[in-house]
């Protein structure tokens, strides 16, 4: 009998109570913890040491705090939602894995939404702050982003073109970045093609996209573009190395390749080396981004994009969700710098290729 009891008090759900004697602390320690405040980020009063103490008894004992209930009591879901475009993209996977870092250190959960619909998902789902990276620049995005706004949803917008309204917005703009790659290339290179997304290159003759530099540097040198050296990609790496193969499989095929992304610029470099060929000797590469995965390749990526981009927008995105009032929309601008890498490094020791 004492045995049954014994395994009936084990098995039983782990409570707030349990965590709080296994940290040593109260369980108002364990509440606030729990509640995504503290941390220095907020200002609260318990230390990173003593938090640190309760999420590691809540592993212990598997506890997993009750969202209903804590909705109801602090009028908070405890979720942080993502809307990302594309999921396969390394831009978009280092922004999921530094969110989810930085809300796991407050007791957030992320959830990330994959279908792309942003506003009829947060219409499902009630959260703390949502991060979105596809929003177009047109009336019906704008007036789906102040319909949220005006029902108390906190969001944080990446965007180029869009201004706070009620909302964060970070702002990364890409174009002096991609000026940037292109004059790196120009320094040592003539015979350059680009590698870029379809959207990039049917916009390009009426808006300015990550193709537009391409374009304008080129003729800025006095260099002929040749259209059968621009080659397109859809979503995914998988069209972005078909791309690349096509183009590096032509006779008159460039020395150089300007990637409009990060992963394309990847896919570029596997093409090379499927191909046979060695990269920088016989093609140098270049990406857009400034994605970890650069430094994940060999040989390195060469590529333009924002310092510390992840972390800070991370920070950003859990400040939003934290914040004890709905403060007015802020503007978070990054800079971008060119980040050399060996992919264009002719004088880096040649390698055989794979």
């Known amino acids: 009998m004492a045995e049954r009891r014994q395994q009936s008090t084990t098995s039983r759900r782990p409570t707030l109570r349990m965590v709080a004697e296994r940290a040593g602390v109260s369980t108002a320690t364990v509440s606030y913890v729990f509640s995504g405040r503290s941390g220095a980020a907020s200002g609260a009063g318990v230390a990173e040491a003593t938090?640190?103490?309760?999420?590691?008894?809540?592993?212990?004992?598997?506890?997993?705090p009750n969202i209903a209930a804590r909705t109801i009591r602090t009028g908070r879901s405890g979720m942080v939602q993502l809307s990302l475009h594309m999921l396969s993209d390394p831009w978009s996977l280092a922004v999921a894995d530094a969110v989810n870092v930085e809300a796991n250190r407050h007791g957030l959960t992320t959830l990330i939404l994959a279908d792309g619909d942003?506003?009829?998902a947060l219409d499902r789902v009630e959260s703390d702050v949502a991060y979105l990276d596809g929003?177009?620049?047109?009336?019906?995005?704008?007036?789906?982003?102040?319909?949220?706004?005006?029902?108390?949803?906190?969001l944080v917008v990446f965007s180029e073109h869009l201004e706070p309204a009620g909302f964060d917005v970070v702002r990364s703009d890409a174009i002096p970045g991609c000026?940037?790659?292109?004059?790196?290339?120009?320094?040592?290179?003539?015979?350059?093609?680009?590698?870029?997304?379809?959207?990039?290159?049917?916009?390009?003759?009426?808006?300015?996209?990550?193709?537009?530099?391409?374009?304008?540097?080129?003729?800025?040198?006095?260099?002929?573009?040749?259209?059968?050296?621009?080659?397109?990609?859809?979503?995914g790496q998988a069209s972005a190395f078909a791309a690349a193969?096509?183009?590096?499989?032509?006779?008159?095929?460039?020395?150089?390749?300007?990637?409009?992304?990060?992963?394309?610029?990847?896919?570029?470099?596997?093409?090379?080396?499927?191909?046979?060929?060695?990269?920088?000797?016989d093609v140098a590469v270049i990406g857009v981004g400034n994605t970890p995965d650069a430094q994940l390749i060999a040989p390195t990526l060469t590529t333009v994009g924002p310092t510390d981009f992840y972390d800070r927008q991370a920070r950003i995105i859990i400040d939003r969700a934290l914040a004890v009032d709905d403060a007015p929309g802020l503007l978070h601008e990054f800079a971008w710098s060119l980040f050399p890498g060996a992919s264009t490094d002719l004088d880096a020791p040649t390698t055989l290729a794979r």
Request: glycine share 4%; charged share 25%.
């Open 245 to 281: 193969v096509r183009l590096l499989s032509r006779d008159d095929r460039p020395d150089a390749i300007y990637a409009t992304t990060d992963f394309a610029a990847i896919a570029a470099i596997n093409a090379a080396h499927m191909l046979g060929l060695r990269v920088p000797h």
């Open 51 to 64: 938090a640190a103490r309760v999420l590691a008894a809540a592993d212990e004992l598997n506890y997993r």
């Open 135 to 154: 929003v177009g620049i047109d009336e019906d995005a704008e007036r789906k982003l102040a319909d949220l706004v005006q029902r108390g949803q906190r």
């Open 179 to 235: 000026e940037l790659a292109m004059d790196h290339l120009l320094e040592r290179h003539v015979r350059i093609g680009c590698l870029a997304a379809e959207g990039a290159v049917r916009l390009a003759p009426t808006q300015i996209t990550r193709y537009s530099p391409y374009l304008e540097k080129m003729a800025d040198a006095g260099l002929e573009v040749d259209p059968e050296w621009t080659v397109t990609y859809t979503e």
């Open 118 to 120: 942003w506003h009829a």
